[in-house]
């Protein structure tokens, strides 16, 4: 009789370590024959410095440096030209110049306010309060004046949110992830006595979709349509030398007429009449304070506005037409506009004197 032997063969992979890599490979669990201890960690006094993160006081005043950095990606086939044309050395705006023509009617608040001589700023970046109004009440903020005190006195379900970022993703609640119509933020800062003579300003980056903002408890501007930047002179609203408040009401519903579009329609349930939103588009209604808020100073005599108009005649030469608009509240200075063209090396190539003007090149 042929029998049919069936022969199973399994192999055995074995890896041999080194002994300098066995040593730690088990993580240490306290047993009969093993004690662990708590891990202390002693730093030098010259790693304490930096340690609790700076915040405005009556003694301390502290700059932002987060908002709009130039880049700039070293080319694959050359990665250390950076160094050896030392681009450290002078602004990268030097290395790649990239212009972007706007429309004059997108001015307010466009331009990202940076520091300089003649103007300070302060990031409103970080944790704020935030309470969501219910569904079948959206409302009750505004009924309730909920502007007129901080959040945390007003309801039981205040959430510590980051900002900027979408509310959706950030709490794992999903009714705070689904939420439909006004939400409320708001936080404390301090604005310096140094700023009292300066006129200062509240900017928002963007807030979807709309938003009213209160400065203690008084409404300081109103703005629709969230992708954009927005931002209003406070300097009235404000206590200088003291804390003071910003509250945003932050409402999400799309309607026909918003960008993009959606349509809201009303639900009755057992808890009241609610609301249900719907869009003619594919992605998520991400919402709330989406980007930076800053508050900063201009000076009372200022710039407001600069117009550049480029045109080339037949022989090649090229001409920049300017008109700089000029604001002084302070009737005792006399102002003088000064104007001068510079190469991408940072030389002076065309000057003139005087707010409206043509420079030659």
Not at 52 to 81: C, H, M, Q
Not at 266 to 275: A, F, Q
Not at 310 to 322: E, F, H, N, Q, R
Request: with cysteine; glycine share 6%.
């Amino acid at each position: 009789m042929k029998r049919l032997f069936l022969i199973m063969l399994t192999f055995l992979t074995l890896i041999v370590l080194p002994p300098s890599i066995k040593a730690g490979l088990l993580y240490p669990k306290p047993s009969e024959t093993r004690e662990t201890f708590l891990t202390l960690i002693v730093l030098p006094p010259s790693i304490k410095a930096g340690l609790l993160y700076p915040k405005p006081s009556e003694t301390r005043e502290t700059i932002s440096l987060d908002g709009i950095w130039n880049f700039v990606a070293s080319p694959l086939t050359d990665p250390l030209i950076g160094f050896r044309n030392h681009w450290y050395k002078r602004r990268l705006t030097t290395v790649i110049l990239t212009l972007i023509v706007l429309p004059p009617s997108i001015k307010a608040g466009l331009l990202y306010p940076k520091p300089s001589e003649t103007r300070e700023t302060i990031s409103l970046d970080g944790i704020w309060n935030f309470v969501a109004s219910p569904l079948t009440d959206p409302l009750i903020g505004f009924r309730n004046h909920w502007y007129k005190r901080r959040l945390t006195t007003v309801n039981d379900e205040v959430h510590l949110m980051p900002v900027p970022s979408s509310y959706n993703d950030i709490t794992q609640n999903p009714a705070i992830r689904d939420h439909l119509g006004i939400a409320w933020y708001d936080r404390t800062f301090f604005v310096p006595k140094s700023w009292r003579n300066q006129r200062v300003w509240l900017r928002f980056s963007s807030v979807h979709y709309a938003a009213q903002i209160y400065v203690n408890g008084e409404l300081a501007m109103n703005h629709e349509i969230g992708h954009l930047p927005f931002q209003k002179e406070v300097t009235h609203l404000v206590v200088f030398g003291d804390e003071n408040r910003v509250t945003v009401a932050c409402d999400n519903t799309l309607l026909s007429n918003t960008v993009p579009q959606g349509t809201v329609t009303p639900v009755d349930t057992d808890n009241g009449t609610t609301y249900r939103q719907s869009y003619t588009f594919d992605f998520f209604n991400y919402a709330g304070i989406h980007r930076p808020v800053t508050l900063y100073t201009t000076p009372k005599s200022y710039i407001d506005d600069v117009t550049i108009k480029t045109s080339l005649d037949d022989a090649g030469y090229g001409y920049v037409g300017y008109n700089v608009s000029v604001i002084n509240l302070n009737e005792t200075d006399e102002l003088n506009v000064n104007v001068a063209l510079l190469d991408k090396d940072g030389i002076i190539v065309a000057m003139a004197e005087g707010s409206v003007g043509v420079l030659n090149i």
